[in-house]
């Protein structure tokens, strides 16, 4: 599943990221990689931007960037 596709509310772990170089750096220093737990928060009303929730901080992304961050559902 992608970031792009969860549903507002839902939370989910980071499985892969397949971003270009220099943001996917920009990604890790957020503290996204990996096994990172998210929640979506919102999403604008055409869908893009998507706000998503990480360690405590909230994150805007495209829909473009939120498209390549794989993810697992959680329960």
């Known amino acids: 599943m992608l970031l792009s596709d969860c549903s507002i509310g839902k939370k989910a772990k980071?499985?892969?990221m397949s971003l270009a170089d220099s943001f996917s750096r920009r990604m890790m220093d957020l503290g996204l990689m990996p096994g990172t737990e998210v929640q979506v928060v919102r999403k604008a009303p055409l869908g893009?931007?998507?706000v998503v929730q990480v360690?405590?901080?909230q994150v805007s992304f495209r829909m473009s960037e939120a498209s390549c961050i794989e993810i697992e559902a959680m329960n």
Request: charge should be neutral.
């Open 55 to 57: 360690r405590g901080y």
């Open 48 to 50: 893009d931007p998507i």
């Open 14 to 16: 980071i499985t892969a």
